[in-house]
C-alpha cells in the first residue's frame, strides 16, 4: 500500500492571506496546538482517501521516500512528521491494529530528489514476514 503526502502545508485564515509551511518537526513543534490538530487533521483526511480495503493484522515497516522543493529543508525533520500523521491516521482507521514495537517495527527514509512543482513524500508500508 501506498499513500503520497505534500510536503507543505497550507494554513488557512478566515481574515488574513493562506500561510504555507514545510510540514516538518520544526515547525511542528513550535506550532500552536489549534494549528497542529488542524494540520493532522487535515493529512488524515489525505490518508483516507488514498486507502484500500486491505487490512495489515501483523507486523509491517515504513518506507518514506522524499521529493523536496527547496534543497535547504531538513528531510528528517520531514520523514519524521510524515510518519507520525501516517501512522496515527492508519490506526484511527483500523488499518492496523497498532502502531507500537508490537508491530511497527520501524522506518527508512531517503530523499529521491527535487520536485519544485510537486513536493511530496511517499509512504509505502511494507508487511513483514511475521504477519
Same mark, same amino acid.
Given at each position: 500500500?501506498?499513500?503520497? *503526502?505534500?510536503?507543505?502545508?497550507?494554513?488557512?485564515?478566515?481574515?488574513?492571506?493562506?500561510?504555507?509551511?514545510?510540514?516538518?518537526?520544526?515547525?511542528?513543534?513550535?506550532? &500552536? &496546538?489549534?494549528?497542529?490538530?488542524?494540520?493532522?487533521?487535515?493529512? &488524515?483526511? *489525505?490518508?483516507?482517501?488514498?486507502?484500500?480495503?486491505?487490512?495489515?493484522?501483523?507486523?509491517?515497516? *515504513?518506507?518514506?521516500?522524499?521529493?523536496?522543493?527547496?534543497?535547504?529543508?531538513?528531510?528528517?525533520?520531514?520523514?519524521? *512528521?510524515?510518519?507520525?500523521?501516517?501512522?496515527?491516521?492508519?490506526?484511527?482507521? !483500523?488499518?492496523?491494529?497498532?502502531? !507500537?514495537?508490537?508491530?511497527?517495527?520501524?522506518?527508512?527514509?531517503?530523499?529521491?530528489?527535487?520536485?519544485?512543482?510537486?513536493?511530496?513524500?511517499?509512504?509505502?508500508?511494507?508487511?513483514?514476514?511475521?504477519?
Amino acid at each position: 500500500m501506498t499513500i503520497e *503526502l505534500p510536503i507543505y502545508w497550507v494554513k488557512t485564515f478566515k481574515t488574513k492571506p493562506n500561510k504555507t509551511v514545510l510540514a516538518g518537526m520544526n515547525w511542528y513543534r513550535n506550532a &500552536h &496546538h489549534f494549528d497542529q490538530n488542524k494540520m493532522k487533521k487535515d493529512y &488524515h483526511e *489525505l490518508v483516507h482517501k488514498q486507502l484500500t480495503d486491505t487490512k495489515i493484522n501483523g507486523t509491517f515497516k *515504513l518506507r518514506i521516500e522524499i521529493y523536496y522543493k527547496n534543497s535547504s529543508c531538513d528531510g528528517a525533520n520531514i520523514a519524521a *512528521l510524515m510518519e507520525k500523521v501516517t501512522l496515527d491516521a492508519l490506526q484511527e482507521e !483500523n488499518v492496523i491494529v497498532n502502531d !507500537n514495537v508490537q508491530y511497527h517495527l520501524g522506518s527508512s527514509w531517503e530523499i529521491l530528489g527535487q520536485d519544485k512543482t510537486n513536493p511530496r513524500c511517499i509512504i509505502t508500508i511494507i508487511t513483514t514476514e511475521n504477519s
